[in-house]
T-cell receptor, first 110, second 118 residues
């Protein structure tokens, strides 16, 4: 079992829709969780961090964390073609190490 | 402008020829890390450093060395490169703590160095 699992996609959504990206993790004592966006040929860019159970909103992005289910998700409202990218989930173990999932490719079509 | 600078951005080399990929950040970050990114395997951590003179292995350290003599610099050294080290390499940095949380997951990434070992 991978430590951080994501569906590789592609996830295709129409412009204006809500894109829902999911991530599960195996280390129950993980403490902090992150979503990165990576455009093709570019470096990852942090878009959300979440440390407590519940929802955290930032603009069109909402991160949701459920530690009991070991599940973290990212919702993108009013999806735009410019949101088309690979989204990486990352989890900090109780140690200092950050583990990345392999990413979900999102395609937003006009 | 806040940035993490890696050099070289592209390199083709041959097996066994020592090389160094430099990484420098101008944000006074304590934490720095190297990752490699390979298709289907995602980003995997090679080495990281919590501060000057403090380094530790990540998940795939074999064949690599690092040093942290100054806060801003964290070079990655391949003493004897092999073809299985052909990859896209990213250097990243962050503050150690933000708002009471360990913030080593809030990374700023460099633009990447694409290395090919023949």
């Amino acid at each position: 079992q991978k430590e951080v699992e994501q569906n590789s996609g592609p996830l295709s959504v129409p412009e204006g829709a809500i894109a829902s990206l999911n991530c599960t993790y195996s280390d129950r004592v993980s403490q902090s969780f992150f979503w990165y966006r990576q455009y093709s040929g570019k470096s990852p860019e942090l878009i959300m961090s979440i440390y407590s159970n519940g929802d955290k909103e930032d603009g069109r992005f909402t991160a949701q964390l459920n530690k009991a289910s070991q599940y973290v998700s990212l919702l993108i409202r009013d999806s735009q073609p410019s949101d088309s990218a690979t989204y990486l989930c990352a989890v900090n173990r109780a140690t200092d190490k950050l583990i990345f999932g392999t990413g979900t490719r999102l395609q937003v079509f006009p | 402008e806040a940035q993490v600078t890696q050099n070289p951005r592209y390199l083709i080399t041959v097996t066994g020829k020592k090389l160094t990929v430099t990484c420098s950040q101008n944000m006074n970050h304590e934490y720095m890390s190297w990752y490699r990114q390979d298709p289907g395997l995602g980003l995997r951590q090679i080495y990281y450093s919590m501060n000057v003179e403090v380094t530790d292995k990540g998940d795939v350290p074999e064949g690599y060395k690092v040093s942290r003599k100054e806060k801003r610099n964290f070079p990655l050294i391949l003493e004897s490169p092999s073809p299985n080290q052909t990859s896209l390499y990213f250097c990243a940095s962050s503050l150690l703590r933000t708002g009471g949380h360990l913030s080593t997951g809030e990374l700023f990434f460099g633009e990447g160095s694409r290395l090919t070992v023949l």
